[in-house]
């Protein structure tokens, strides 16, 4: 009789290679799906940040006698395209209040990131609108603040 050599089945060293294979996947898998997450946020914020400045635009360009209305966290000039920069709107501060309650829900959006919209006396607009994904730990390698400019000629 010959002695039958051919194992069948895993040995307990064959399985637990398996085991780590199949974990070092699953953990690849894991991170993608907090790195999808993370850019998913950073660009759902993108387009808000894009929202805010385009439709700040257009409502200085429709209203361009109460331009001074929509400075913010900046100094108004005296004159902006010759007119005066003192806001008589309540139209106008009622926009500004709902813009910038909009502007609040970027994270970060306060005295360390602030938000501004600047207009000089010739009509040059700058809308800066920032925001920092750092105080979610779990996007915490994603701590750089991030910053929208938009600048615009109103006239």
Not at 32 to 40: A, D, G, I, L, R
Request: aromatic fraction near 8%; proline fraction near 3%.
């Amino acid at each position: 009789m010959r002695a039958h050599s051919d194992q069948a089945g895993f040995t307990l060293i064959e399985g637990m290679i398996s085991l780590l294979i199949l974990s070092v996947g699953l953990l690849g898998a894991a991170y993608m799906q907090v790195y999808v997450h993370t850019t998913t946020a950073q660009t759902g914020y993108r387009a808000l940040a894009t929202s805010l400045a385009s439709d700040l635009v257009s409502q200085v360009m429709a209203d361009s006698q109460n331009t001074g209305c929509y400075v913010f966290n900046s100094v108004a000039p005296a004159n902006i395209n010759g007119r005066s920069s003192v806001c008589n709107s309540p139209a106008a501060t009622a926009f500004m209040a709902a813009w910038k309650t909009r502007a609040a829900q970027l994270p970060s959006a306060g005295a360390s990131n602030p938000n501004s919209v600047a207009i000089n006396a010739a009509g040059l607009t700058t809308i800066t609108l920032q925001w920092d994904l750092a105080r979610d730990s779990a996007q915490s390698s994603f701590n750089v603040p991030h910053r929208y400019i938009l600048v615009t000629q109103v006239s």
